[in-house]
């Protein structure tokens, strides 16, 4: 669903689109392991991140990019997230990005904190484990940033409003409360959104939503439902490269 407009301050107004980019697993598939794609490998992401540099691009966290997002500051950044908090993004990714002098934000599932992607292990085939305290804390004192993926995981859209509203409010106070920080950012569970998801993230206080429409950010998107671009493990690292020289030409995603 495309979101455009919205109230004073939750409008994106970029100097140049905005590419945000989508990571799950960091490193290769295991076998037996459905849905292959969410996996990158090591050494495809470090090539990304050498090919982002060379094009000039900055990779930044959520929170140093809002303001490149709300046209306060110039620049070429890419906004670098990571869905779901497995661990592997803190024992491979983390060092890769800090080699680059990086920055990334991690959405947490607030209530799998420690333990596995309960969500989808069975359809998925395999069980990930996903980053406990200590390394949320090692993440957040390598630089790195942290937001909100709900309480469990679920499909918002499909879920009692009242349930789907504390899914979203009541997983950015449990995560402030167990990590003592501020948590101003939010991503949408399998990207799924309506109306009613973006207003409880408005309600929460977010200042950032995010889904899985693919794209980058424009002039005039609500930044409670902001475009990203995937980064599917089967894709070659030429489409990649190809992607980001698209990227300089007038009028491409």
């Given at each position: 669903m495309a979101t455009r407009g919205g109230p004073a301050g939750q409008v994106a107004a970029p100097a140049r689109p905005v590419p945000i980019l989508t990571y799950h697993n960091i490193g290769e598939a295991p076998p037996g392991a459905t849905h292959r794609g969410l996996y990158l490998g090591l050494d495809k992401f470090r090539r990304q991140l050498e090919m982002l540099a060379r094009r000039g691009y900055r990779g930044v966290s959520m929170d140093e990019g809002l303001p490149y997002l709300r046209g306060e500051q110039r620049g070429q950044v890419a906004i670098v997230t990571f869905d779901d908090g497995y661990r592997d993004n803190l024992e491979l990714?983390?060092?890769a990005?800090?080699?680059?002098?990086?920055?990334a934000t991690c959405y947490l599932v607030a209530e799998r904190i420690g333990g596995y992607n309960a969500w989808d292990s069975?359809?998925?085939g395999v069980r990930k484990p996903l980053m406990d305290l200590a390394g949320i804390r090692e993440w957040l004192a390598a630089g790195m940033r942290i937001g909100s993926h709900?309480?469990?995981?679920?499909?918002?859209?499909?879920?009692?409003p009242a349930q789907m509203q504390r899914e979203v409010a009541v997983?950015?106070?449990?995560?402030?409360?167990?990590?003592g920080i501020a948590v101003d950012h939010f991503c949408f569970p399998y990207g799924d959104h309506d109306a009613a998801c973006v207003a409880a993230a408005a309600e929460a206080g977010y200042r950032t939503a995010v889904t899985t429409e693919r794209g980058r950010v424009r002039a005039g998107r609500s930044l409670l439902a902001l475009p990203r671009v995937g980064n599917n493990g089967r894709r070659s690292g030429a489409a990649f490269l190809a992607r980001t020289l698209l990227w300089g030409l007038s009028g491409s995603r």
């Open positions: 990714a983390l060092p990005l800090r080699e680059h002098g990086f920055s069975e359809l998925l709900t309480l469990t995981h679920p499909h918002l859209p499909q879920i009692e997983s950015k106070s449990v995560l402030e409360q167990r990590l």
